[in-house]
T-cell receptor
Framework: GQNIDQPTEMTATEGAIVQINCTYQ??????LFWYQQHAGEAPTFLSYNVLDGLEEKGRFSSFLSRSKGYSYLLLKELQMKDSASYLC?????????????FGGGTRVLVKP | DTAVSQTPKYLVTQMGNDKSIKCEQNLGHDTMYWYKQDSKKFLKIMFSYNNKELIINETVPNRFSPKSPDKAHLNLHINSLELGDSAVYFC????????????FGDGTRLSIL
């Protein structure tokens, strides 16, 4: 089976940096996604990592270590609009096709 | 302009009824999905279709029947609704390929009375 763990909730101050960790155990690992989901809205794609290392995209960066089964999402210069849930999702190869499995999400609350 | 659209946005109905949710994507994607997000916010895959063919069926009760008339549409029919079916159902689509992000619809909030 698959196991994806991430903290339930984090609080940070506007302008600060927050790091959301995600650990996973899976067979047939084929990449890791981060999605953002505002309350009552659809998840939206943030980043994809398949090789070890850091991918930077503006204020958001995502890191992957395949050997450790570990990823993090780094949010810099936090803004109030960054208050949302952040979902870690692992894609794994199955006989029928690729399957995306989500963690429970980390709710980030940005305070003034 | 809407990329993945699903209807209705809200669905309130009695236990035992049958209901359908429709989904359409105008992105030209080959693959479509149905997810269920429960009250604890876990997003779980239910079905995946590629070019109208079912490729993933995740031990969902057979009261749930997806139908894909063409690759731009994936509808979900639910028979004999139960209290535990209350959730938000998301449709999504993507291009083929493990590195392709999924694009989600706005969700259908299903409440069973």
């Amino acid at each position: 089976g698959q196991n994806i763990d991430q903290p339930t909730e984090m609080t940070a101050t506007e302008g600060a940096i927050v790091q959301i960790n995600c650990t996973y155990q899976t067979s047939g690992f084929n990449g890791l996604f981060w999605y953002q989901q505002h309350a009552g809205e659809a998840p939206t794609f943030l980043s994809y990592n398949v090789l070890d290392g850091l991918e930077e995209k503006g204020r958001f960066s995502s890191f992957l270590s395949r050997s450790k089964g570990y990823s993090y999402l780094l949010l810099k210069e936090l803004q109030m609009k960054d208050s949302a849930s952040y979902l870690c999702a692992v894609i794994s190869i199955k006989a029928a096709g690729n399957k995306l499995t989500f963690g429970g999400g980390t709710r980030v609350l940005v305070k003034p | 302009d809407t990329a993945v659209s699903q209807t209705p946005k809200y669905l309130v109905t009695q236990m035992g009824n049958d209901k359908s949710i429709k989904c359409e994507q105008n992105l030209g994607h080959d693959t479509m999905y149905w997810y269920k997000q429960d009250s604890k916010k876990f997003l779980k895959i239910m079905f995946s279709y590629n070019n109208k063919e079912l490729i993933i069926n995740e031990t969902v009760p057979n009261r749930f029947s997806p139908k894909s008339p063409d690759k731009a549409h994936l509808n979900l029919h639910i028979n004999s609704l139960e209290l535990g079916d209350s959730a938000v159902y998301f449709c999504a689509s993507s291009q083929r390929g493990e590195d392709q992000p999924q694009h989600f619809g706005d969700g259908t909030r299903l409440s069973i009375l």
